[in-house]
């Protein structure tokens, strides 16, 4: 009797199923992809920002032009190697009542996995006192 106790007690399954193992290894791996996916359209975008703050530091940004901000903005673009955001369709820099606007309006679609895309979408404005 006491022997087919114990034989009961160990044929119970103790840890995860093989299923469970691969489904939640699968939902890793796709996690995995779509972050090593997502990762430079968001690095690109740290890039665009740290630009922008470069402005909102510069001593002497009152005495500049609109054209001239303009220019040194799509300049400071290409010097830290900002390659797929076009700086006319996505910044937009306005000056209004010594107050500089700059927005930055845009969309980044990455093919994931065949037919799925992933697609993030930026809108930030930052106003600077003149």
């Known amino acids: 009797m006491k022997n087919q106790k114990t034989l009961r007690q160990g044929s119970k399954q103790r840890g995860a199923s093989m299923i469970l193992v691969l489904i939640v290894l699968a939902m890793a791996a796709l996690c995995g992809l779509i972050g090593i996916k997502v990762y430079p359209i968001y690095f690109e975008h740290w890039q665009l920002q740290s630009v ?20 040194r903005f799509s300049t400071r673009m290409q010097t830290n190697n900002i390659r797929d955001i076009d700086f006319r369709e996505a910044v937009s820099i306005t000056e209004q009542d010594a107050v500089l606007s700059i927005v930055v309006e845009y969309e980044s679609r990455v093919n994931v996995y065949k037919n799925m895309d992933a697609v993030i979408v930026f809108d930030e404005t930052t106003e600077i006192d003149l």
């Open 52 to 71: 922008v703050k470069s402005f909102e530091e510069e001593p002497e940004l009152s005495k500049l032009g609109l054209s001239e901000i303009k220019r």
